[in-house]
């Protein structure tokens, strides 16, 4: 019995930066998310936008139309991340009549003036980085992996790494850094939840630009998981119309 104890123990103090990603991706997670989300602009303004978001197959699916404020009503986003082939990312904007394509080039520009790019918007596979476990320690005592996530070359991101903290109990993130191609820090979030059925559903995320010393506060409202998401609402043609 105790030689069994040794070997459980040994398994835990040995996991791999991989095996953790792994775990993380394995975790329980809703089918679909319906929610009302807020961005807070902090700048030399404080400027808020509002939008009704639907994802699906944890994020890899979205589609958002705007609500708020009146010169940004209208506006609408559609993402679709596809495994091995280009992703797509469109932009209905009614003042010009016209849906946009964002390049896949773009990932790196500023999404809607916050603090958040498209990549940041985008869903992490697990075979696009390489990942280290660093150490462990507290945070707002609750013990986390602190796990490096570097993207491979092939990705083209913007981000030379990613530090996380990550939830040893529940496996989800609770703070992140993020650091350009110089390897310099960029970004900080954090991560706040709230715990809907057996799923932890971000309710506020908080993301600091470090080099620009603005900050966006993203808050989820009024959430709703497993209504039966149909995919064809993923479709550029809903972009024009808003779903109430």
């Not at 123990?9 to 989300?37: H, R, W, Y």
């Not at 918007?121 to 150490?135: A, G, M, V, W």
């Not at 707002?140 to 991101?157: A, F, G, M, V």
Request: positive net charge.
């Amino acid at each position: 019995m105790k030689t069994i104890i040794l070997i459980f123990i040994s398994f835990l103090f040995s996991q791999t930066g991989l095996e953790i990603a792994t775990l993380m991706n394995n975790n329980s997670k809703p089918l679909d998310v319906k929610s009302d989300i807020t961005l807070n602009l902090k700048k030399k303004k404080l400027k808020s936008l509002s939008f009704r978001s639907i994802m699906k197959d944890n994020g890899k699916k979205q589609i958002m139309w705007f609500t708020s404020p009146p010169a940004d009503k209208g506006i609408a986003f559609l993402k679709i991340e596809k495994n091995g082939k280009a992703d797509d990312m469109r932009m209905w904007l009614p003042a010009f009549k016209k849906i946009r394509r964002i390049s896949s080039k773009k990932k790196g520009d500023s999404f809607m003036g916050s603090d958040l790019s498209y990549e940041d918007l985008y869903t992490r596979e697990i075979n696009d980085y390489t990942f280290k476990l660093l150490h462990e320690e507290k945070l707002n005592d609750e013990l986390c992996y602190i796990l490096e996530s570097i993207p491979n070359k092939d990705l083209k991101s913007d981000y030379s790494k990613h530090i996380s903290w990550i939830s040893k109990e529940k496996l989800i993130p609770l703070k992140e850094e993020s650091f350009n191609k110089k390897g310099v820090l960029q970004k900080k979030k954090t991560f706040s939840y709230k715990q809907i059925l057996n799923y932890w559903v971000a309710e506020k995320i908080v993301v600091i630009n470090v080099e620009t010393e603005h900050s966006t506060i993203v808050m989820m409202e009024n959430i709703e998981i497993n209504s039966n998401v149909q995919d064809n609402i993923f479709h550029q043609k809903n972009l024009k119309r808003l779903p109430f």
